[in-house]
């Protein structure tokens, strides 16, 4: 009965044991130093079907991961390929235009009714009038928190009001919420 072979690096591109568990050990994402780990492992003699159950990872896993470094080395096993994702809605020159829009003027001033801040149904109109762009207000939402906007209710500055009278009111109302008994049930 001949005993089965398990899984070989056949060319360790100048990468030791000691020298992965270096690599190992300083690699912030979890999902790569496992990667390092399995090299390292078949390295040491593991068969991969034990590497597979250490590591709880499937074993064709630990297979693909062996041949990409027998191929390519560290470089190939770690490159990774993310999907693309969707295309977006506006152009990098049509997001900085709308972005410019928002930080810097009103809707009134934009030409937008008489509005003196941006809202999402305002930006959808602006949207499609000026980009020929249809979007859902969840979906301008979420773009305008991608950008680093937050939403926030508009307030309002009475332009008469006396700093000093406010101030003695304020005091006022402190005053009576701790002199004032209340009720509990």
Same mark, same amino acid.
């Given at each position: 009965?001949?005993?089965?072979?398990?899984?070989?690096?056949?060319?360790?591109? +100048? =990468?030791?044991?000691?020298?992965?568990?270096?690599?190992?050990?300083?690699?912030?994402?979890? *999902?790569? $130093?496992?990667? /390092? $780990?399995? /090299?390292?492992?078949?390295?040491?003699? %593991?068969?991969?079907?034990?590497? $597979?159950? #250490?590591? *709880?990872?499937?074993?064709?896993?630990?297979?693909? %991961?062996?041949?990409?470094?027998?191929?390519? +080395?560290?470089? $190939? #096993?770690?490159?990774?390929? %993310?999907?693309?994702?969707?295309?977006? &809605? #506006?152009?990098?020159?049509?997001?900085?235009?709308?972005?410019?829009?928002?930080?810097?003027?009103?809707?009134? @001033? !934009?030409? &937008?009714? /008489? !509005?003196?801040? =941006?809202?999402?149904?305002?930006?959808?109109?602006?949207?499609?009038?000026?980009?020929?762009?249809?979007?859902?207000?969840?979906?301008?939402? @979420?773009?305008?928190?991608? =950008?680093?906007?937050?939403?926030?209710?508009?307030?309002?500055? #009475?332009?008469?009001?006396?700093?000093?009278?406010?101030?003695?009111?304020?005091?006022?109302?402190?005053? /009576?919420?701790?002199?004032?008994?209340?009720?509990?049930?």
């Amino acid at each position: 009965m001949m005993k089965k072979k398990g899984l070989q690096i056949t060319n360790n591109h +100048g =990468w030791t044991i000691e020298r992965l568990q270096e690599q190992e050990r300083r690699m912030k994402n979890a *999902n790569m $130093a496992k990667r /390092i $780990a399995v /090299i390292r492992l078949i390295m040491q003699g %593991y068969l991969g079907i034990q590497v $597979a159950e #250490l590591l *709880n990872i499937h074993r064709e896993t630990v297979s693909i %991961y062996v041949q990409k470094f027998n191929q390519g +080395g560290m470089d $190939a #096993l770690l490159e990774r390929h %993310y999907a693309p994702g969707r295309k977006p &809605y #506006l152009s990098p020159d049509e997001e900085r235009e709308l972005r410019k829009m928002l930080e810097e003027s009103t809707p009134a @001033d !934009e030409g &937008y009714g /008489i !509005e003196t801040s =941006w809202n999402t149904r305002i930006i959808q109109h602006v949207l499609e009038e000026k980009f020929s762009v249809t979007m859902s207000r969840g979906g301008i939402c @979420d773009m305008l928190h991608r =950008w680093g906007f937050r939403y926030t209710h508009p307030t309002y500055t #009475l332009k008469r009001a006396n700093p000093q009278k406010q101030k003695e009111f304020q005091q006022e109302m402190e005053l /009576i919420k701790k002199t004032c008994p209340t009720t509990q049930s």
